[in-house]
């Protein structure tokens, strides 16, 4: 008779293991997708410094400024 119900209970927490687990893992998938358009961005980055480093032949400090929308304001005048 105890048998049956301590197996009934190990079926419980199975379950609730493998529900809490596809929760994290739906979650996890979210956070993934809500981030590519930040992944994307960056990426776009790194190719207007790269451009920017290679063409003027400046410093990758000027090229993030440049990329960033701030060249005007560090212009040597």
């Given at each position: 008779m105890t048998n049956t119900?301590?197996?009934?209970s190990f079926d419980w927490i199975?379950?609730?293991?493998?529900a809490?687990?596809?929760?994290?893992s739906f979650c996890l998938a979210f956070i993934a997708v809500?981030?590519?358009p930040v992944a994307q961005w960056a990426n776009n980055q790194n190719i207007c410094?790269?451009?920017?480093v290679a063409k003027?032949?400046?410093?990758?400090?000027?090229?993030v400024r440049?990329?960033?929308?701030r060249?005007?304001?560090y212009q040597v005048k």
């Open positions: 119900q301590d197996k009934k199975k379950i609730l293991n493998g809490a687990l596809l929760l994290c809500s981030l590519r410094v790269e451009q920017e003027s032949q400046a410093p990758i400090s000027w090229g440049k990329c960033n929308g060249s005007k304001v």
